[in-house]
């Protein structure tokens, strides 16, 4: 694990807040560095990956740390936070684009729990969701077992392939 330096860290975060199109103030930058520079550079700049593909806007800092605790967080956490934005995603795009998931098993459920995008999009969703985000979790928690499964078992070849 690579020692996390102040520069690979302002390197990172500015390159995050030029996606969002902001200038992080040197004070700004201080406090995030002050909160971050406990965790590994490895942590943080997996979970400003995960930022600027999923956050609207700039995050505070505890939106960045549940990314970087994501695998700590219990299954089913998890899976409510994949409903809730696979929820946000259906009123961003409908059903005109398919977003891409950071986590497979996502993608598993909505393909094969729901039959696909476009087939989610077009199911009438109560107003509070309820029964979705009942459903996806199940599913959820049944494919993720079934992913990690199949990650024990494939082979070391088929892994390289993306």
Same mark, same amino acid.
């Given at each position: 694990?690579?020692? &996390?330096e102040f520069? !690979?860290? $302002? %390197?990172i975060?500015? =390159? @995050? ?6 200038? +992080?103030?040197?004070d700004?930058?201080a406090?995030y560095w ?6 590994s550079i490895?942590q ?6 995960q ?5 609207k806007?700039f ?7 549940? &990314?970087?605790?994501d !695998?700590? $967080? %219990?299954?089913?956490? =998890? @899976?409510?936070t994949?409903?809730?934005?696979v +929820?946000?995603r259906?009123q ?9 998931w950071?986590?497979?098993?996502t993608?598993i459920?909505?393909k094969?729990?729901?039959g696909?995008w ?10 509070n ?5 009942k ?6 928690r ?7 499964y +199949?990650?024990l ?8 392939i993306?």
């Amino acid at each position: 694990m690579e020692k &996390f330096e102040f520069k !690979d860290f $302002l %390197s990172i975060i500015n =390159r @995050a807040a030029i996606v969002y199109d902001i200038e +992080l103030s040197e004070d700004r930058q201080a406090v995030y560095w002050d909160i971050f520079k406990q965790y590994s550079i490895e942590q943080f700049k997996d979970a400003m990956n995960q930022v600027v593909r999923s956050c609207k806007f700039f995050p505070r800092p505890a939106e960045i740390i549940e &990314f970087m605790l994501d !695998d700590q $967080l %219990s299954i089913e956490d =998890r @899976a409510t936070t994949q409903a809730m934005m696979v +929820l946000e995603r259906m009123q961003i795009y409908g059903s005109y684009g398919i977003p891409d998931w950071d986590d497979p098993t996502t993608d598993i459920v909505i393909k094969r729990g729901f039959g696909g995008w476009n087939a989610l999009c077009g199911n009438q969703l109560s107003e509070n969701n309820q029964w979705f985000i009942k459903d996806f979790i199940r599913l959820y928690r049944s494919f993720d077992n079934h992913t990690k499964y +199949l990650e024990l078992t494939m082979p070391e070849e088929l892994k390289q392939i993306e």
